[in-house]
């Protein structure tokens, strides 16, 4: 299966329920060949895109969502609590931090058998 940066988009659009804004979308459309290139450039050799198709496809989507998460909240900070009085305002982590970190990770748990990790492996010597 073939896919295209439009499929990887429905797909996203797909998973988030249809609750996004007209600029949220072109965000999301404008990292959708981001996402892609991002995991084909960590697949195992020998492994293409094409082949795992829609797991690759629903996979782009999740991390297409997760960088577009991450582009809009870049200030990484939310106001929780601000005193007029003395002026003072405390900022917390925002929880759309730790939602795209978690779709990011669900989206690579998704390919982990055909991903290539960079780890250590053993192999055999004739002797």
């Given at each position: 299966?073939?896919?295209?940066n439009e499929d990887i988009f429905a797909k996203a659009a797909l ?73 003072s305002a405390s900022l917390r982590e925002g929880g759309v931090k ?30």
């Open positions: 299966m073939s896919y295209t998973l988030t329920g249809g609750g996004l804004s007209a600029e949220s979308e072109k965000v999301l459309s404008a990292v959708c060949g981001a996402a892609a290139a991002e995991l084909k450039a960590k697949l195992k050799r020998g492994v293409s895109a094409d082949a795992l198709g829609e797991t690759f496809v629903t996979a782009a989507g999740m991390l297409a969502l997760a960088l577009c998460m991450e582009l809009e909240n870049s200030a990484g900070a939310e106001i929780s609590s601000f005193k007029a009085g003395s002026i730790a939602s795209a970190a978690t779709l990011r990770k669900a989206a690579e748990d998704m390919l982990s058998s055909y991903l290539d990790r960079g780890g250590f492996c053993f192999t055999g010597v004739a002797g």
